[in-house]
């Protein structure tokens, strides 16, 4: 079964410095894997994806991610924070196994950045 | 183009009561999943519905049902309610056989059981 570990629940950063947001996968095959981002009252959204294509994956709002398979890892980068990355975000890994590709959630890392 | 739309925003039931949310899909999307998060967790799968049949269900008691219209809305049904069901209730729309990740989600409705 396929699974997502979100190392940290909450992450804090001054505005203009770097952000890392960790994630391990588990899978039994090679994986789908997405960060997701999820404001205040707004639905989530897709920043990223990885689908077997290149192993460093650029996303919206200057945010990338690096596939590691050695170290079954898919951290989330973004050289300097700004005030509106404040929100939640989720590893997710897709369910291939099922018939309708269902979205696996970690439980997710909130990130706060300071003026 | 309107996105993923749900109603009601905000709802609040007592145990045992029933509720029903609703969920319109982007346009031009033709399969509606449906998500509960927890506070303070991810979204878990609940079904996902096309051609107005259930196609997959996750980890949910047969209190939590579905409906898919014709004109690919869905409804949200949980019977029985108790207070452990209080979430977010997370639509996402997207069309048969397309990429896993082009779902798109609507902004939730918060039930509150008490």
């Known amino acids: 079964a396929q699974s997502v570990t979100q190392l940290d629940s909450h992450v804090s950063v001054s505005e203009g410095t770097p952000v890392l947001l960790r994630c391990n996968y588990s899978s039994s095959y090679s994986p789908s894997l997405f960060w997701y981002v999820q404001h205040p009252n707004k639905g989530l959204q897709l920043l990223l994806k990885y689908t077997s294509a290149a192993t460093l994956v650029k996303g919206i709002n200057g945010f990338e991610a690096e596939f590691k398979k050695s170290e079954t890892s898919f951290h989330l980068t973004k050289p300097s924070a700004h005030m509106s990355d404040a929100a939640e975000y989720f590893c997710v890994v897709s369910d291939l196994g099922g018939a309708t590709n269902k979205l696996i959630f970690g439980t997710g890392t909130l990130l706060a950045v300071q003026p | 183009d309107a996105g993923v739309t749900q109603s009601p925003t905000h709802l609040i039931k007592t145990r045992g009561q029933q509720v029903t949310l609703r969920c319109s899909p982007k346009?031009?999307?033709?399969?509606v999943s449906w998500y509960q998060q927890a506070l303070g967790q991810g979204p878990q799968f609940i079904f996902q519905y096309y051609e107005e049949e259930e196609r997959q269900r996750g980890n949910f008691p047969d209190r939590f049902s579905g409906h898919q219209f014709p004109n690919y809305s869905s409804e949200l049904n949980v019977n029985a309610l108790l207070l452990g069901d209080s979430a977010l209730y997370l639509c996402?729309?997207?069309?048969?056989?397309?990429?896993?990740?082009?779902?798109?989600f609507g902004p939730g409705t918060r039930l509150t059981v008490t």
């Open positions: 996402a729309s997207s069309l048969f056989g397309g990429a896993v990740y082009e779902q798109y």
């Open positions: 346009s031009g999307h033709d399969t």
